[in-house]
Each structure stands twice: as C-alpha cells, then as structure tokens.
C-alpha cells in the first residue's frame, strides 16, 4: 500500500513536471514583446533655468474670479453669459460626455455580463442529414430560451488598464474644457479691452477734431487780416477733414469689435450693440507667486490636459503587453430548449453549459507587435506634447512679464512726452494767433501732441492686454483637485519600467 502511495505521487510530480514544460514551451512559442520599449521621459519643471526670467516676488495666484481686478461689471456679466451659451465651450462638454460614456464602457469590460435570449424558429429539417426520424423531412417549431453569464477573469489586467486609460482620457477632456473656457475668458477679456482702447483713441481723434477746427478758425481770421493765403485755409481744411475721419474709422472699428464680443459669447450681431463703452481698472501689482515653475503643473489646464494623456498611453502599453498573455473567459448558461409548444416548459427541455474559453496568441504574424509599438508610438508623441506644453508655458509667462515691466518703464517716459508735447502744441497755436508763428510749425506740433497722447494711450492699453494674458498665462484661477493623483501614477515614464522597458 506504501509503495503504490509513493508511485502515485510520483506520478502526481511527473505528470505537473510535464504540465509545467508543456505551458513554459507553448508560452515560449507565443508571440512576445522582446526588444520593444520607449525611453522617453516627461520633463521636470526644476530642469529649466527661470531664476532670472521668472523671479520668486510672492505673489499670488489669479482667482477664479480674476477679471473682478478690473472693477467692470459689464465684463463679468459678458464673461458669464458666454460661459452658459458659447458653442466652443458646448463642443467642449460634448467631448467630455463622450470621454465620460468610453470610461464607462471600459468599466463594463471589467464585470460579468449576464444576457436573456429567447428565439422561435420553424424549420424544416433534411431527411439525408444528422437528424433521425421521426423528425428527418419534417417541420419543427424550436422553441429556445438561454439565460447567459459570463466573465472574463483578466489574469493579466488587460481590461483593467483598458478602464485606466479610459478615465485619464476623460479627466484630459476634463481638463481641455477648462482650457477652452480660460481660452474663451481670455479672448473676451482681451477683446473688450481692445474696445476700450478704441474708445480711448476716439476721444483722442476727436481732441484732434476741435484742435484743427480751432486751426481753421485762427487760419481764417488771418487771411482777413492778410497774415496768410487760400493755401493755408485749403491745407487747415484738408487735415480737419481728415481728422474726422479717423473717427469715422475709429466708430467702424468699435462696431466690428462689438460684432466680435457678441460672436465670443454666443450671441447674435445685435447683441453686440448693446454693449457699453468699458470702464475697466488699471488691475491688481504685478508680482509672480513663488514656487511657480512646480505649481504650474496643477494651476495650467493645458499642462494638466497633456499629463493625463501621457498617463492614458501608459496603461494603453501596459493593455498591449497584456494582449500577448492567455486569455481566459468562464461562461455558464441555463434555459429551455424543445420542438413545439408543449413541452416547452417541461422539466425534460431544460439545457445548462458551463466552462471555461482560453484564448492564446501564437502566431498572429506580427499584429500584436505592430500594435504595440503604434502604443508607444502614441505614448513617445503624449511625452513630447506635453513637454512641449510646459516651455512653451514657461515662456509665455516670462514674456508676458518682460513685456509688462517694458511697458511699465515705457509709460513714465512717455507721459513726460505727452506733457511736453501739449505744452508745445497750445505755445505754438498762442503763437500763431499772435502772428509770431507759421501755420507749419502749428501743425507739427500738433501731430506731435497727436502722436504723444496715442502712445500713452496704446501703452496703458498693451500693459492691460498683457496683464490679462499673464493671469491666463498663470492658469486664470484654475486648480486641478487630481494633481496628487496624477503625481503619483506611472505616468513620469522614469518610474515606470513596464511602459520604459528598462
């Protein structure tokens, strides 16, 4: 009896011996991912060299609320009507619902699936074929009922990375509506203050219109007292009607800009006529917030957006890799199975299945591999993209920054300018009323002063503009919640040798 135990596990031991080598020469033979891998990282804001271009000035981050800095309520009501009727930012919900319904179907993979089917089928069956008299020749009505489970056991966590990339795609949707609407905040902050700054040159065209009349008037009265000729009543004439249509210009181009924040917020052209003339602030001191560079990646939309696509390419390679392993599939079924009516219901048409489905790869003349490196392919493309986000980020701060403190250093002088310039421009007409100057040089001080008050003007309007794109260059009072999250997935390809392959 002790011999045929020490016999029977001997063979127990040979028979799983030979199991073991059996499975390890089949798994050898199966299609495999040797040799295929990526090493491309993602970049470190701590990389780039900004101690000099992106100083630490405590400062703080823009609110969501940023625009309020400006104390216009007419902007905060435009921007909130554009946030609930702009058909960009509809495009943008609407790719975020289909990320959301992928997501979902990625996590139905996950779970087992249970189906009812019921068919009813007459049929004539061969007299010459498999099925014997007394049904051979004759017509049967089949009546079939299945009740179906099954489950796939994803030993290999292939629908499993499949749910993974499917939500770091929607949290990227996510995240891209965001950048749509600090795009869309952005543009109807910069447009409305373009029309500001038309209104400001309006005002300065139409000092212009007075000034030139007041030149036409003095012109006049010296050629009565025969101090000038038609040729300068002619030339008087000539630059005032000029002057009046720079403002005729100056209305068109305040229409056209109203068409454009209409058109921003979703509305019709005429909603853009009952826009008021703007009556923003200078803003908030400009002082970069510390820690920028690292915080950055949690404060930019566009940042965010690009990281979690580089996490979804990561579990799209690890799901590739996955597809090269056994697939194993259980199913059971249960339900009623007769020919006619009835016997239907009866305990002898009852039919049951149940079992297991194996699917392996061997030879698939290189589909799997090809799909693999298209994969890694992608990820390479989602690290590059994203690395590409954060310098073009970082120098959009820094330039928005050097052309605010340029402006800034620009306007002092400026001013000074314009000061002097009126000074020389009412001497000038004083002298020419008095006979002690030429109408010349009243009008090059004029188109002096001109010149001097549309720099100031443009000046304050630039550093407005480029205080509104550094607030959006700042993220615009955005904060992703799932920025741990994301810093603490696979997605930094260093950390990660199942996509790397290191």
């Not at 319904?101 to 249970?114: D, G, H, I, Q």
């Not at 074929?129 to 051979?136: N, V």
């Not at 002082?287 to 690292?294: G, K, Q, V, W």
Request: hydrophobic share 45%; net charge neutral.
């Amino acid at each position: 009896m002790k011999s045929q135990t020490c016999g029977s596990g001997i063979g127990t031991r040979a028979l799983k011996l030979s199991a073991s080598a059996i499975c390890a020469a089949v798994l050898s033979a199966c299609a495999n991912y040797a040799g295929i891998h990526s090493d491309k990282q993602i970049a470190e804001p701590q990389q780039f060299e900004i101690s000099k271009s992106l100083p630490a000035e405590h400062g703080h981050w823009p609110d969501a609320d940023w625009v309020e800095q400006f104390g216009d309520t007419q902007l905060r009501a435009l921007i909130a009507e554009a946030l609930k009727g702009s058909p960009t930012l509809e495009q943008a919900r609407g790719r975020v619902s289909a990320a959301q319904a992928f997501s979902e179907t990625a996590k139905a993979a996950t779970l087992p699936r249970v189906d009812a089917n019921y068919s009813l089928m007459r049929q004539q069956y061969s007299s010459t074929a498999m099925i014997p008299p007394p049904y051979a020749g004759s017509w049967q009505t089949e009546n079939k009922g299945l009740l179906r489970a099954s489950y796939d056991l994803d030993l290999w966590g292939k629908n499993r990375e499949a749910l993974k990339a499917a939500v770091s795609q929607m949290q990227a949707s996510r995240a891209d509506e965001e950048a749509v609407k600090l795009a869309l905040n952005t543009a109807i902050a910069r447009t409305y203050n373009e029309l500001a700054r038309l209104y400001v040159l309006r005002d300065v065209a139409l000092q212009e219109v007075a000034h030139r009349e007041e030149i036409d008037r003095i012109t006049a009265g010296r050629i009565a007292t025969g101090l000038d000729t038609q040729v300068e009543r002619k030339t008087a004439q000539a630059n005032l009607a000029m002057s009046r249509a720079s403002v005729a210009a100056l209305d068109g181009r305040i229409l056209t800009t109203r068409y454009q924040l209409a058109a921003l917020i979703g509305a019709g052209p005429d909603r853009g006529l009952s826009i008021e003339r703007p009556a923003l602030g200078i803003g908030d001191e400009v002082r970069l917030p510390d820690n920028l560079p690292a915080d950055l990646l949690s404060r930019r939309p566009d940042i965010v957006a690009a990281r979690w696509r580089v996490d979804a390419m990561t579990h799209e390679v690890k799901k590739a890799k996955a597809e090269f392993y056994p697939d194993i599939n259980l199913s059971a079924a249960i339900g009623l199975d007769a020919f006619g009516f009835g016997r239907f219901l009866s305990a002898g048409s009852r039919t049951a299945s149940v079992g297991p489905a194996i699917h392996l790869p061997i030879f698939d003349a290189g589909a799997l591999r090809a799909q693999l490196k298209d994969r890694y392919a992608e990820f390479d493309y989602a690290v590059a993209a994203y690395n590409q986000t954060l310098v073009a980020v970082l120098a959009n701060v820094a330039t928005q920054l050097g052309q605010i403190r340029s402006s800034d250093a620009q306007l002092a002088d400026a001013e000074a300018a314009q000061q002097a310039a009126q000074s020389a421009d009412q001497l000038a007409i004083t002298q020419y009323k008095a006979g002690l100057a030429n109408q010349l040089t009243v009008l090059n001080a004029d188109v002096t002063a001109l010149s001097a008050d549309e720099a100031v003007a443009n000046l304050k309007m630039n550093r407005r503009d480029q205080q509104i794109s550094l607030a959006s260059a700042l993220g615009g009072g955005y904060v992703d919640t799932s920025a741990e999250a994301i810093h603490g997935t696979d997605a930094v390809a260093q950390t990660n040798p199942a996509v790397t392959g290191r």
